[in-house]
């Protein structure tokens, strides 16, 4: 019988706003085989205390899913399904593609956005903020694994 070791690893890190009227955000990635979970969302908490971060937050706020396109044409988009969403929020499908075409694996991406920054006119900013911290971190993770 063969014995595999496991792999999955859990990291949460705070990554600051890259413009001072944007709150922090606090990003949780549980690294899979091929896959990538990762809930990412607002906080007050500290480097120190990021960790209970996801904690006090709402994994189903915009859950989605994508899987990478595997010896087809570039041009086909991922295959991607909402696993849960509310009618204030929907960055998570189109984000979730865009990754797993980048990073060539499956994506679980929950994004946990309070609705009131849409309502400041900041949401579309917020979210650019958002993708850019995903991508850094599995930039990260990936050249880690090298």
């Given at each position: 019988?063969a014995?595999?070791?496991?792999?999955?690893?859990?990291e949460t890190?705070?990554v600051?706003?890259p413009?001072?009227?944007?709150?922090a955000?606090a990003?949780?990635?549980?690294?899979l085989?091929?896959s990538?979970?990762l809930?990412?969302g607002?906080?007050?908490?500290?480097?120190?205390?990021?960790?209970?971060?996801p904690?006090?937050?709402h994994?189903?706020?915009?859950?989605?899913c994508a899987?990478?396109v595997r010896n087809l044409?570039?041009?086909?988009p991922p295959?991607?399904?909402s696993?849960?969403?509310s009618?204030s929020?929907?960055a998570?499908?189109?984000?979730?593609?865009?990754?797993?075409?980048?990073?060539?694996?499956?994506?679980?991406?929950s994004?946990d956005?309070p609705p009131?920054?849409?309502?400041?006119?900041q949401?579309q900013?917020?979210?650019?903020?958002?993708?850019?911290?995903?991508?850094e971190?599995?930039?990260?993770?990936?050249?880690?694994q090298?």
């Open positions: 019988m014995v595999t070791e496991s792999n999955i690893t859990v890190k705070l600051s706003p413009d001072p009227t944007l709150p955000l990003i949780q990635v549980t690294r085989l091929d990538y979970m809930w990412i607002t906080t007050d908490e500290t480097a120190e205390d990021v960790h209970s971060a904690l006090q937050g994994l189903a706020r915009d859950w989605a899987m990478p044409s570039a041009n086909t295959a991607a399904t696993l849960y969403r009618s929020s929907d998570a499908l189109s984000m979730s593609q865009r990754l797993a075409r980048r990073f060539k694996k499956q994506i679980f991406l994004i956005l009131v920054f849409d309502s400041m006119g949401g900013k917020l979210v650019l903020a958002v993708e850019r911290a995903v991508v971190t599995l930039r990260e993770l990936e050249l880690s090298v």
